[in-house]
């Protein structure tokens, strides 16, 4: 990049205007969008669903390996998910940010081009949001807006015994690709000049730095009439996850290892780095995949979606939360996950 605009010749308002100059608005629900005191949704007697998160520069985010696009896209994306994860539709954002004068205006217009490909791949509106300066670091906070109808939204404690416990998609794979980002920084800091190697493991690192929520997910829920009876993303790795669905819930699990779906590409990068693909898919976090619980009257619905993956069923509380390895033992879930190498 050649050219280098400072931030400060545009002032705050300036500024706003020229990340917020391209909105066109999609939803009916937004109302009134970014240029006045607040945005204004209408949700038409549906129900409203918020969250929000935050992401520090150094904490969440590594600069030396996540282009700002992909950053940008990622930090609406993990916010979408939450929504997704109360089988609500995502229909807005606010996004504030506080950045130092190390970011120029073209570094920060590529911090929105991830935000608005975000915006139109899940069909959400930018409504607003904040910038101001900070001494050091960029922090990121978006705040996610969606809908639902009424009492169609699915929470974390009303799974039932007997219920199926499924996932969507595949897991791990972030997880290794954070190990291939960071052993290349430390070969980069250590012989700088030396090109990444990063050949054949696209799919771990596009993991990592440009995950996807589950909107696909929720659509096939709506069109086949299936409402989980909990739901929850996995942000944290499978095994926190599951047993925050167990606690809330008050029940217990079985987990089959054998089920749970991992990528080929994640198992060889795994291998790479000598550790289990198991441990990866209950330990390693941001996969920004949907667990859930179905009544087992739903299992024929659920098998018209290739996507999903039943891993296991819930159980009365005393029984605890429990792996059933390959080779048939069982071990408690811990938060930490289940490790074969600790075996
Ligand atoms: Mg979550």
Same mark, same amino acid.
């Given at each position: 990049?050649?050219?280098?605009?400072?931030?400060?010749?545009?002032?705050?308002?300036?500024?706003?205007?020229?990340? #917020?100059?391209?909105?066109? =608005?999609?939803?009916? *629900?937004? @109302? $009134?969008?970014?240029? !006045?005191?607040? &945005?204004?949704?209408?949700?038409?007697?549906?129900?409203?669903?918020?969250?929000?998160?935050?992401?520090?520069?150094?904490?969440?985010?590594?600069?030396?390996? #996540?282009?700002?696009?992909? =950053?940008?896209?990622? *930090?609406? @994306? $993990?916010?979408?998910? !939450?929504?997704? &994860?109360?089988?609500?539709?995502?229909?807005?954002?606010?996004?504030?940010?506080?950045?130092?004068?190390?970011?120029?205006?073209?570094?920060?217009?590529?911090?929105?081009?991830?935000?608005?490909?975000?915006?139109?791949?899940?069909? $959400?509106?930018?409504?607003?949001?904040?910038?101001?300066?900070?001494?050091?670091?960029?922090?990121?906070?978006?705040?996610?807006?969606?809908?639902?109808?009424?009492?169609?939204?699915?929470?974390?404690?009303?799974?039932?015994?007997?219920?199926?416990?499924?996932?969507?998609?595949?897991?791990?794979?972030?997880?290794?690709?954070?190990?291939?980002?960071?052993?290349?920084?430390?070969?980069?800091?250590?012989?700088?000049?030396?090109?990444?190697?990063?050949?054949?493991?696209?799919?771990?690192?596009?993991?990592?730095?440009?995950?996807?929520?589950?909107?696909?997910?929720?659509?096939?829920?709506?069109?086949?009439?299936?409402?989980?009876?909990?739901?929850?993303?996995?942000?944290?790795?499978?095994?926190?996850?599951?047993?925050?669905?167990?606690?809330?819930?008050?029940?217990?699990?079985?987990?089959?290892?054998?089920?749970?779906?991992?990528?080929?590409?994640?198992?060889?990068?795994?291998?790479?780095?000598?550790?289990?693909?198991?441990?990866?898919?209950?330990?390693?976090?941001?996969?920004?995949?949907?667990?859930?619980?179905?009544?087992?009257?739903?299992?024929?619905?659920?098998?018209?979606?290739?996507?999903?993956?039943?891993?296991?069923?819930?159980?009365?509380?005393?029984?605890?939360?429990?792996?059933?390895?390959?080779?048939?033992?069982?071990?408690?879930?811990?938060?930490?996950?289940?490790?074969?190498?600790?075996?």
């Amino acid at each position: 990049m050649s050219e280098r605009t400072e931030i400060a010749s545009l002032g705050e308002f300036g500024l706003i205007d020229h990340l #917020t100059r391209n909105i066109e =608005l999609q939803n009916a *629900s937004s @109302v $009134v969008g970014v240029g !006045d005191d607040a &945005a204004v949704i209408d949700h038409f007697g549906k129900q409203t669903v918020v969250t929000t998160d935050m992401l520090v520069e150094g904490v969440h985010f590594d600069l030396m390996y #996540t282009p700002l696009k992909h =950053l940008g896209y990622k *930090s609406v @994306v $993990v916010n979408l998910s !939450d929504i997704y &994860a109360m089988n609500a539709i995502p229909t807005q954002i606010v996004i504030s940010l506080a950045l130092s004068n190390r970011f120029s205006l073209e570094a920060i217009d590529e911090f929105y081009e991830g935000v608005y490909a975000a915006c139109e791949k899940y069909g $959400v509106d930018l409504v607003g949001g904040d910038t101001t300066s900070s001494q050091k670091g960029f922090i990121i906070s978006v705040t996610a807006i969606g809908e639902v109808a009424p009492d169609k939204f699915v929470k974390r404690s009303t799974a039932k015994k007997g219920d199926l416990l499924c996932v969507s998609g595949d897991l791990g794979a972030a997880y290794v690709g954070l190990l291939f980002l960071e052993r290349e920084k430390k070969i980069f800091m250590e012989s700088p000049g030396v090109q990444p190697d990063l050949e054949g493991e696209s799919y771990v690192i596009g993991r990592m730095l440009k995950p996807e929520a589950r909107k696909g997910i929720i659509e096939f829920f709506a069109q086949n009439q299936v409402t989980p009876s909990s739901m929850i993303d996995v942000s944290d790795g499978l095994s926190s996850e599951i047993l925050h669905i167990c606690k809330q819930s008050e029940l217990g699990c079985i987990l089959y290892e054998e089920k749970i779906p991992v990528a080929e590409e994640m198992k060889k990068a795994a291998f790479k780095f000598e550790i289990d693909p198991t441990a990866c898919a209950l330990s390693g976090g941001e996969d920004y995949e949907l667990l859930f619980t179905i009544p087992q009257s739903d299992y024929d619905k659920l098998v018209l979606n290739e996507d999903i993956s039943v891993i296991g069923y819930m159980t009365e509380a005393e029984q605890g939360a429990h792996i059933i390895t390959r080779g048939g033992s069982r071990h408690a879930i811990t938060a930490q996950g289940w490790n074969h190498l600790k075996q």
